[in-house]
Structures are given as C-alpha cells and as structure tokens.
C-alpha cells in the first residue's frame, strides 16, 4: 500500500463528517418547513454562506481549474458567468418569485397557472437537469479517489475486477475511475435513502467555508513560494510556441558534454562548470565547422573530477547530423548544455541539397529534434536561449539543478507537445471555442468568427441557467423578509465572486508547473489538477505539499458529495411527490410515499452512478456549462416571461418551454455522445456519419454543441406567439397574481391573495 | 375603479400595477443594460482590439485581467446598486400606498 496518510486522512474525516451532519440535521429537521423556518432563525452572513455553499459544486472547485489549465482564457467564461448569472437572477426572478411564495418552479407554474397538470409538466425539467448535473459531481467523485489511491498497489486487497487493467487485462496499481463514482455514488444514496443530508442552513454554512479555505490556503502558499497569480501568468509568455522546442536554432550553438552525474550536488556542480567551461572556450573554437564537429575536443576544466568536452560549435550547419549526434550521446546519458540558442527566425532559407525535395531548414531541425527525442532525450530550458539536452531519466534532476541555480524562473516546466501553445491558450477564441472550425480545416483567422459565436452562446447559457436551476431559487426563502432577502444576495455574490477568483490560478500554475496533466486523459487529466497541484510543494517543504493536497482533497469531497446529495434530494421529491404521489398514484397515502421515496432515490441514484461511469472522458466543467444550458432553455423562459408577462397562458408557457428544452437536451446530448464516442473510440456508422457531419458544418455543431443562443429566443418566440392565440385561457386572476409579484411584501397582499384564493374554491 | 381619474392610490387599480411593474422593470432592465453592454461588449473588445486586450498589466493579459479579477467587483457594484435602489423604491411605494390610505381613512372618520 503506497497512500498519503495525509491525503487519506484528511478525505476520510471530510466523508465522515458530511455523513456526520447529513444526519445530524435530518434529525432536527424532519420536514420542509422545518428546512425553511430554521433558514428564517440566522443572520444574513450565515444565510448567504449556506447559499454560497449549496452553489459550489464540483465544477467551481474542481472543474474550473481543470478547464483554465486545458482551454485556456475561454474557461474564464465559466467562474465569471457562474457568478453574473446571480446578478440576472437578483435583477429579474428573485424577488417576484419571493413574494409568489412559491418555493420550486414546479411550485410557481402550479400556482401562476392555477394548474395541477402543468406542475406535472414543469417538473420533468427537474430530472433532465438535475441528471445533467449529477454527472459531473460523479465524475468530481472518481476523479478524486482515482488520485488518492493513484500509487496505491491494491493487488490482493481487492477483487479483480476492482482494479485497473491495462489493455492486455494485466492489472496495475490504483483504482479505476469507476470504482470512486460507485463508492461515493452508494454512500450518498444509502444516506439519502435513509434520511440523511437535508441540507440545513448551518450545515452548507459550514460547507461553503471549508470549500473557501480548502481552496485559498494551499492557493496562497502555492503562490508564495511559486510566485504570484500575474507571474505565473506572465511566464506563459517568456517563450513563444510550444515550450522549449520552438524556440530552438542551430546558429552558433555551443554544445558542452558534461558528462555523467550522480548526485543533487553532482548536477550542480556540472552545470557550473560548464558554464565556466563556455566562458573559457575561445572565440575560434565557437565557429567549428560541422566536419570538426563531430571530432570532441577534451577540455581542461576538471575541477570536481569531471570529463568536460567541447562537442562543437555550430555556425551554420546541417542540423540533422547534430542532433544525431546528441541523441546518440544524450543515450548514453551524457548532457549537453546548449548555450546562445537564437529564437527560432520564421523566414527561414532553403536548402536545396542536389538530388533531394526541398526541404526547409525548420522541417529538417523538426525531425531532427523529433529524432532525438524518440532516442530517450528531452530538451529543457536553462533560461534565456540557452537549453539543455538531457536524457529523459535525468530531467528532473537536471530541473531541480537548475532552479537552484535559478538559471530558470524557479517554476516553469516544458509543457508537452500535446498542450496548446501559449499564445492560443492565453488569448481569447483559443482551443475551448475554435474546436469545431479547427476540425473543419478552418484557418486560424476564419475561426475566430466560429469562435465568437460560440463565446456568446456560452454566456447566454450561464447566465440564464443560473435562474433555471432547480435548487437554487429554494434558498431565497430562508430570509426573514425581503430586505434581508436582497441583503443577503449581495453577500452571497460578494462570497461566490471571491471564490471563483482562486480557481483560475490553480489552472494557470498546473500548466506552468504541473504539465504533465496534459498527458493523462479523463480522472488523470487536467480535472485532478486542484488536488494535485499542492503536492508539488513536498519537493520543498517536506510533508506541507501532501497536508496541503489532502486540504483539497477534504474540499473536493465536500464540493461533489453536498452537491450531489441535494440533487438527490430534490430529484427524488419530484419523483416521489410530483411523479409518483400526483401523476401515478395520486390515492396513494404518506408511508407509501415514503416508501417510493427511499425506492426513488435508490433508483436515481443508481441512475446517476452509471451515467457517472460513462463520462470520465468529459470536463467536469463542461457537463455542467450543459446543465445551465438545458436550464436556460427551459425554465428560464419560462420564470421571467411569467413573471412581466401578464399575456402569458399556460399553454405559451408549456409549449415554450417544452420545445426549448427538450430541443436543446436533444442537440446537447448528441454533441456528448459524438465527443464520448470520439475520445472512447467507439465505431459505428451512424457515428461516423455523425462526425462526417460535424467536420462539415462547424456552424450547426457550435450551435448543438452551446444551444442557448437560439434556445432561448425560440422558447420565449414560442410562448408569446402560443400566449396570444390562446389569449382566452389568461387566468382570470391574473391582475393579482401580477400584483403579489410585484407589489412590496409589507403590503400584506399575499395573505389577500391566498384567502382569495381559497375562497374561489 | 370607479373614477381612473381619481389620484387616489388603489392598489388593486390596473394603473396601481402597470406603474409597478414600469418602475421595476425599468430599474432592472437599466441594471441589466450596464451589466450585459461590458459582459457582451468583452468578446466584441478582444475581437476587434486584440492587441490592446493582450497588453500586460501586472503580469495579466488586459483582458485575463479584467475578466478574471475586476469582473467581480465590477458584479457587486450593480447589484448593490439595483439593491439600494429598489429597496428604495419598495419603500416608496409602500409610503405612497400607506399615506393614501391613512388620507382615506381619515376621510372615512369625518
């Protein structure tokens, strides 16, 4: 067993402790009005913290840093629209919806419409998105415990078929993804089932502090010793292109074998001697021809024991053999330090070799370097136009030498091929929004326009999903009136906005720090960043990073299992009161109720386990930008059309928001299942059709892919042109159902309203 | 209403609620105006300025700069605004409302 004690502490006491209070606060309150009074009992702060809470999710806090280290400046979207979605839902929904006194939007169609079947309507939505939502926190789920057990050797702990298994059916170390999705999966839905994790205000109170410090200390050591949020920022721009490799030419490079080393100290030294070793070598010997380049020349530095040898200087040359040279040396372990390396000059000549294509000096160096680095050596920056090749066993060693020596910025490591450059990643319209029109063959200028639509969609998706989400306009009832109320939403968008500033800079430092990420796919990818990243800090301060990762971890569990819990919860009252009690079996009495409640969330919550298993290869962030965007096409029509509109009818709204909806489910799931299918390799025709069509039509799968842009128009298009040839079904009632959405609550008139209301009937 | 001439402020009237919801809406739409001009005007800057949002300001691009960080507190300023202000305007419907009917009551007594 190779575990973090830290990490596994750290996680375990976090599991308990939810588990913990999710009974705990089932036994104090036993029904939803208890729910809403206690809310009503605390302050402003601590409402707007349990607000806060309940909104974090897996996503905020792991998927946005993953997202900001794979895309790039498009992720930023996401934190920030998260957060503005707030502001719409503050500006347009909240306070009408507060003074309708209805709780769920199931609650405000019945009661705006004076409509049983319209309820039933509304809340399928429920489970469309809440279905949307739960994938990502299960993918939060075995992400994180495929990291905490990723070193761990459970062969022989565990039953086969729980472990993982290369493609040859060897098994290996650590846990397969699904083995977390299913743990974490049970556990919260055994405790659902049983009654626990009612989410009370304290409670999420508490949550969304832990996540604040689980995501801000570590974030603030990190920057202490690595250097802060700009420097990180600005070091994407110390080399242009792709990492080390692009900056590489061939002109008037000294190349010195230093030979072998053994030792921390030993790299050190060698690096300072060559360095001096260059300083001595005179001028005559830097313009070696390549003939005499290939012949050592032994130097005479040899201070601390060491062979140091000029291989060559190159003035102009033929790279191919160069490199060959290296590579083959580089083989035997030896390393070379490559000084005076200009940065690579776009214009470059061809060289036209007698009998041979025409090839440019830039592809001959590429394969050259390709060449060397299937050999086993790796390149690294040693600073400014200077670089080392290593052999790739020996990088790190090399890495450390060189930050001590601080001939490197201290942080920055080479980022791999398969990470998008700099430039793209750092720019606006990079690699999250061009996708499609890059695999269109598009030319990088003739993306952008695909680009900027895809951007405005996106945001028109979060911003209104915010309003449309199923668990959040609840929380605007736990306030003693609507003072407090709007008092407590400029907390809660002072709360959320600070968190999401700490994010992105996790993103930003895993790229410069912790590339490798760009290597692993689905629960090893860029998604476990916000866990991984504090472990780095261990090579410095022994033991802080591994505290500091199970500080994350502990954060990561409270994200994924509240959010996940809550959405079980909700999901499972609609099921069991909407679905089952009013549609199915509307005789039925409160212990059959309760009955199909616990049967319920078993049922979705092994629903929502075996979606979770199918989408480690998707960003957590990305599946929940698709929730909101379902959400926006939905239920955001409906509330704010509902709302200043009094010429809607019940027919314009479900029409309306059924098209809208359902449309963009459709177009959202179709988008997921040809990108799963791309990254699981899955064959078909009629996924290759799929795919045919896409690289085609850049334009329909952006549009597929981020629907909200025309969505929304359509759905409310819809409700108002329905709304006016069904002009007759306006309720009767609807001046004062307008004038409880509007009118200030102290003038009482939502007492008016329901006396009124029940004396009709 | 008898008399829709009358000033008298009946709050079941159609002009009670059409003027409710004028002054709500009209303060939410101009908060959302402020808000959606930067929110939507951002990609339209780096589409057609992309040099300027590329300029480094501590470290940040200007455009990571202002998405990343200034965008919040930006955030909060609306809606401490919209806030302040329609508590404003609650309370001065509610006085509106109130002074009328205490007029009227006194009007009853006499």
């Keep these: ?761 | 209403m008898k008399n829709p001439s009358s000033e008298k402020v009946d709050i079941h009237s159609e002009s009670f609620l059409h003027t409710l919801m004028r002054r709500q809406l009209k303060l939410s739409t101009a908060c959302a105006v402020t808000f959606m001009a930067v929110l939507l005007g951002l990609p339209l800057a780096n589409y057609f300025l992309p040099e300027l949002m590329a300029k480094r300001v501590l470290g940040f691009t200007l455009t990571w700069f202002i998405l990343g960080i200034a965008f919040f507190p930006f955030v909060w300023i609306i809606s401490y605004v919209f806030i302040k202000r329609s508590i404003a305007l609650e309370e001065a419907e509610v006085e509106e409302v109130s002074r009328e009917g205490a007029k009227e009551a006194k009007v009853g007594h006499e």
Aim: hydrophobic content about 50%; overall charge positive; glycine content about 10%.
């Design chain 1, 1 to 761: 067993m190779n575990i973090d004690p830290w990490i596994l502490s750290f996680s375990a006491v976090t599991v308990i402790a939810t588990i913990f209070m999710g009974f705990w606060s089932a036994r104090r309150s036993k029904t939803a009005s208890d729910f809403f009074v206690a809310g009503r009992s605390v302050s402003v702060g601590w409402n707007a913290s349990a607000i806060s809470g309940e909104y974090l999710s897996a996503a905020s806090f792991m998927g946005v840093a993953g997202m900001v280290m794979s895309s790039g400046y498009d992720a930023l979207w996401y934190p920030v629209c998260y957060a503005c979605g707030y502001l719409f839902l503050l500006l347009f929904i909240a306070g009408p919806l507060r003074r309708f006194g209805a709780y769920t939007i199931p609650d405000f169609a019945e009661g705006r419409y004076d409509s049983p079947v319209f309820r039933k309507i509304a809340v399928i939505f429920v489970m469309f998105i809440g279905f949307f939502y739960t994938m990502p926190q299960m993918k939060g789920a075995g992400t994180t415990f495929a990291y905490i057990f990723q070193s761990a050797d459970l062969r022989g702990w565990l039953p086969d078929f729980m472990l993982a298994h290369d493609k040859a059916g060897v098994a290996l170390i650590g846990l397969p993804y699904w083995v977390g999705v299913a743990l974490v999966g049970a556990v919260i839905t055994l405790n659902v089932a049983l009654g626990g994790m009612k989410g009370i205000t304290l409670v999420q109170a508490f949550q969304y502090w832990a996540k604040m410090f689980a995501i801000s200390v570590p974030i603030f050591v990190l920057m202490s010793v690595y250097g802060h949020y700009g420097k990180q920022l600005n070091a994407t721009s110390a080399s242009q292109g792709n990492g080390a490799r692009s900056t590489f030419n061939v002109q008037n490079a000294t190349l010195v074998s230093i030979g072998n080393a053994v030792t921390n100290t030993f790299y050190v030294e060698k690096l300072k001697s060559a360095k001096s070793f260059k300083s001595q070598v005179p001028a005559q010997m830097q313009t070696l021809d390549l003939a005499k380049k290939l012949s050592f020349k032994h130097g005479a530095m040899n201070s601390i024991g060491l062979e140091i040898r000029e291989v060559g200087a190159m003035s102009t040359g033929n790279p191919e053999s160069v490199f060959a040279m290296l590579s083959h040396l580089a083989g035997l372990g030896e390393v070379f330090w490559v000084d005076s390396w200009t940065n690579f000059p776009v214009k470059l000549p061809q060289t036209q070799i007698p009998g041979q294509i025409a090839v440019s000096r830039r592809d001959a160096v590429k394969a050259a370097l390709d060449a060397l680095e299937t050999s086993g050596a790796c390149i690294l920056e040693a600073g400014e136009n200077r670089h080392l090749v290593v052999h790739v066993s020996e990088k790190n060693n090399y890495e450390a030498a060189m930050r001590s020596l601080g001939w490197i910025d201290g942080f920055r490591k080479p980022l791999p091929e398969k990470a998008p450059a700099d430039q793209k990643w750092i720019s606006p319209f990079g690699p999250l929004t061009t996708k499609a029109a890059a695999k269109a063959g598009l030319k990088a200028e003739e993306q952008k326009p695909f680009s900027l639509l895809y951007t405005y969609s996106l945001i028109i998706a979060l911003v209104c999903g915010t309003a449309g989400l199923p668990h959040i306009l609840v929380r605007f009832y736990t306030n003693p009136d609507g003072v407090a109320a709007k008092r407590t939403t400029m907390w809660v968008m002072i709360l959320i906005g600070i968190f999401y500033v700490f994010p992105p800079v996790f993103g930003v430092m895993g790229r410069n720090l912790l590339p490798e990420l760009y290597l692993g796919a689905g629960s090893k990818g860029s998604d476990k960043v916000v866990l991984e990243l504090p472990r780095i800090l261990n090579e410095r301060v022994p033991m802080l990073g591994s505290i500091l990762s199970g500080i994350t971890c502990a954060g990561a569990f409270a994200a994924f299992m509240s959010t996940f819990s809550g959405l079980l919860v909700s999901m499972t009252g609609a099921l069991a009161h909407d679905v089952y009690g009013r549609i199915l079996r509307p005789k039925s009495t409160p212990e059959q109720r309760m009955r199909m409640f616990k049967f319920g969330a078993v049922l979705i919550g092994a629903v929502a386990i075996l979606l979770g298993m199918q989408v480690e290869q998707l960003e957590i962030n990305f599946m929940v930008g698709q929730a909101f965007a379902i959400a926006a096409a939905s239920y955001f029509p409906l509330l704010f059309m509902s709302v200043w509109w009094r010429g809607m009818t019940q027919k314009g709204a479900a029409i309306g928001m059924l098209t809208g909806g359902l449309l963009a489910l459709g177009c959202i799931t179709l988008t997921s299942i040809s990108d799963l299918a791309l990254k699981k390799e899955w064959k078909g025709p009629l996924l290759d059709a799929t795919e045919q069509f896409w690289i085609h039509h850049p334009a329909i799968r952006i549009l597929c892919e981020q629907p909200a842009i025309w969505a929304v128009p359509l759905a409310i298009g819809l409700m108002i042109v329905v709304s006016k040839l069904t002009r007759k079904d306006i309720p009767s009632d609807i001046r004062m159902k307008m004038l409880v959405l509007h009118a200030p609550e102290k003038l009482g008139l939502k007492q008016e309203y329901i006396q009124e209301h029940h004396a009709g009937h």
